[in-house]
């Protein structure tokens, strides 16, 4: 099988890792700073915490964002569950608006028509690393008052009119998953340009302790430390950011990669009547974390076995995450977003990673176009 997604590890990478488990530290150690580094300079932010995974990131920047009870907070329904389930774990309303048709992001139109007085943050989703509208979406922040935290899960390396995603935003957040741009395992960061949330984001990440006597209200000793927040154990170790070290010196190679994959691709289909290829937003640069058609005039469930039958490793993304039992069973049974619904009913993700090889590539369009359009 021809997998979707598949990470890149090579020999300097394991020795990178080798390299932290001969150390002194295994976690906690000087390849923490080493990595939130090379991810703030690389997207031109100012600070940034290195977190066990984006989950948690998000979680973090909707505490550090302060939402709570009774808040609520917009986002899409076609994304992974946990750009959503962040809200909730803060205690806060998930409030989906629907998505562009041609871009398959949040769209701001709707973004506008579902704010309410309780609205107090926006989470953009930047689908398979395409960036969504973020000029729209931060004039509607300024005009209500809204926090913006990106997930970047999909787009690290990523720009949007000349500038990387990272530093546009309150807060943007990165996974690291195998699939994701670059992996470190698992392992997420969040980048911010605010001193204040940069703090916030830092305390929660372990347990809301602190050694930094300028926060302290006391200090007993050089023993002492002060709980300030209720936080998690949400940090990353120093052997998964000795690989996130090594994996960003090859980020833009990897993004090279996938764009020309992502080239061939288009070219390949531009003909076919029953495929739709990704739409490319003007004055941005996806980094194609995913390559998402839409295929017209036939069953969607029908091509996806046949394609899985044949050795290609596709899939979809997303499922409305609003669809998902446990949100029917918590208050969203009416809620419908008819654009998110049309797409997802005809998408289907092909295989993008740096080392897919010519003729892996040959061989996915090849059965694609034998089973899409004949
Ligand atoms: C992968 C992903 C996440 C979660 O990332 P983890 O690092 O696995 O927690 C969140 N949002 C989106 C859009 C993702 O694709």
Redesign the pocket.
């Known amino acids: 099988m021809i997998p979707y997604g598949r990470q890149t590890i090579e020999e300097d990478d394991i020795q990178a890792v080798v390299d932290v488990l001969k150390s002194d530290y295994l976690t906690t150690g000087p390849k923490i700073a080493e990595f939130e580094k090379a991810v703030a300079d690389y997207v031109g932010a100012k600070y940034a915490v290195a977190i066990s995974?984006?989950?948690?990131?998000?979680h973090a920047a909707c505490h550090a964002a302060g939402i709570g009870e009774g808040d609520e907070v917009i986002t899409t329904p076609i994304?992974?569950a946990?750009?959503s389930n962040c809200v909730l774990y803060c205690g806060g309303t998930p409030v989906f608006a629907d998505i562009d048709p041609k871009t398959y992001n949040i769209d701001p139109e709707d973004i506008k028509r579902k704010i309410t007085p309780r609205t107090k943050a926006i989470i953009p989703?930047h689908?398979a690393g395409q960036p969504c509208d973020m000029d729209a979406i931060h004039e509607i922040a300024k005009e209500h008052n809204l926090i913006v935290i990106e997930?970047a899960?999909?787009a690290l390396g990523s720009e949007y009119k000349g500038k990387k995603i990272g530093g546009l935003s309150d807060m943007t957040t990165f996974?690291?998953?195998p699939v994701?741009p670059i992996t470190t395992g698992?392992?997420?960061m969040i980048v911010t340009n605010s001193e204040e949330l940069y703090k916030k984001l830092v305390l929660f990440r372990s347990h809301g302790i602190t050694r930094d006597t300028s926060l302290m209200t006391r200090n007993e000793g050089p023993w002492f430390y002060q709980q300030l927040d209720l936080g998690y154990n949400y940090r990353m170790t120093d052997i998964q950011c000795a690989l996130g070290c090594s994996q960003m010196k090859k980020l833009d190679y990897f993004l090279a990669r996938r764009r020309a994959i992502v080239a061939r691709y288009n070219e390949a289909f531009a003909d076919c009547r029953n495929i739709v290829t990704p739409y490319q937003m003007p004055d941005t640069n996806s980094g194609w974390h995913l390559y998402i058609i839409q295929v017209k005039n036939r069953d969607r469930k029908e091509v996806f076995e046949k394609l899985r039958e044949r050795g290609i490793g596709v899939n979809v993304h997303y499922i409305p995450v609003y669809e998902h039992p446990y949100y029917q069973e918590h208050g969203y049974k009416g809620v419908h977003c008819p654009v998110a619904e049309e797409v997802y009913s005809h998408i289907i993700s092909l295989p993008v990673f740096p080392r897919l090889t010519e003729e892996q590539q040959e061989e996915v369009i090849r059965v694609v176009k034998q089973e899409v359009e004949e």
């Not at 995974?53 to 998000?58: F, H, K, Q, R, S």
Request: aromatic share 10%; proline share 0%; net charge negative.
């Open positions: 995974n984006d989950t948690a990131a998000l994304t992974f946990a750009s989703v689908l997930d899960a999909h996974s690291f998953h994701k698992e392992g997420g």
